[in-house]
């Protein structure tokens, strides 16, 4: 494995200095997803955490690692480039759910190195004491908040068939986060009433886990930072009948454009999740572009309603040559 990840970044260090390289991005944007950056690097480190959270040390190692190779634009200067033009291919950091985090933890680095940034929103869940299931449950099991709140959550869980398995008390840290990974992962083919409930069942943190609306409107007051929806609910959209996706799109649509003075034109799926029909109802909407989690660069033309993106997790922020690997694959033709 370690021979494996060795040729991977020596590969991306010598595509993004090649001829070669340099030829495939140039005029072309790469656009990164990222979630949560952590307060401490070691809690992003395991596995359960890894592919949505980075901690602090490894975002800022990936901002000075792409000032240095890209030139770090704002999203719309992608999607509708204007006639500035450069040597270097661009790339545009993404954030998605809105957590807390963000304003706390992210915001910071990104003013030092001043890397503008899109966060999209969660609507239900700002300025609320509403929480995400992922966290709640997960940080549950992982015995954040106690052995009687995971031993509760637990029972719940086998009273809807949905048993832990024996990975889950491994003494192995790292084979115990693994499992539980995977574990939450089987948990998404749940219905978003049973993961509610189950949410419900863990015990309440002392701070909410999504922005509220002061820290929205002080984020886009210095303009590095703008704002879209990705979803009211966070309901999968696939799943939903066409009345209830129309009433999901127009409350988050609604809501930004009440909480926020210039969000974006861009819809973005929570999960990833879209089909024709999602992009033509999100299109009704007046969204010229949505973002989905398939993988690849921005050349201007393909669906603007399904742009590709590249997701960033903690291992990818500690040694971004991955990162460019995964780019080199993405633009080949």
């Not at 999209?120 to 509403?130: H, K, N, P």
Request: charged share 25%; aromatic share 8%; proline share 6%.
């Amino acid at each position: 494995m370690a021979i494996k990840q060795l040729l991977k970044r020596t590969s991306g260090w010598l595509y993004l200095n090649s001829s070669v390289g340099r030829s495939q991005l140039h005029g072309a944007g790469v656009i990164l997803m990222l979630h949560r950056v952590l307060a401490n690097d070691r809690a992003a480190d395991l596995p359960h955490r890894n592919e949505l959270c980075v901690g602090p040390n490894a975002f800022e190692h990936l901002l000075i690692w792409l000032k240095k190779h890209f030139d770090c634009v704002p999203l719309m200067d992608i999607l509708q480039p204007g006639t500035q033009r450069s040597d270097r291919p661009k790339v545009t950091l993404t954030f998605d759910d809105g957590w807390r985090d963000n304003a706390v933890n992210a915001f910071p680095l990104l003013q030092k190195y001043q890397v503008p940034a899109s966060i999209f929103l969660s609507t239900d869940f700002i300025g609320s004491r509403q929480r995400f299931w992922w966290e709640s449950i997960g940080e549950t099991l992982w015995d954040s908040h106690g052995a009687k709140a995971r031993r509760h959550l637990i029972e719940c869980l086998q009273q809807i068939g949905r048993q832990l398995p024996v990975l889950m008390d491994d003494l192995d840290v790292q084979r115990r986060s693994l499992a539980l990974l995977r574990y939450l992962q089987s948990l998404k083919t749940l219905s978003p009433g049973e993961l509610s409930r189950l949410t419900d069942e863990c015990p309440e943190e002392s701070l909410p886990q999504a922005l509220d609306w002061q820290q929205v409107r002080s984020l886009e007051a210095t303009g590095l930072v703008r704002f879209g929806p990705h979803g009211a609910s966070h309901a999968i959209l696939t799943g939903l009948d066409d009345q209830r996706l129309d009433e999901e799109l127009s409350r988050s649509r609604d809501a930004l454009l009440n909480g926020c003075n210039r969000p974006l034109p861009v819809y973005c799926y929570p999960n990833g999740d879209h089909d024709a029909r999602v992009r033509q109802h999100v299109a009704d909407h007046d969204f010229a572009f949505a973002l989905g989690t398939g993988t690849g660069i921005y050349r201007g033309d393909g669906e603007p309603l399904a742009l590709p993106r590249f997701g960033v997790s903690q291992r990818a922020a500690r040694k971004p040559e991955l990162l460019s690997w995964r780019i080199y694959r993405g633009a080949r033709p």
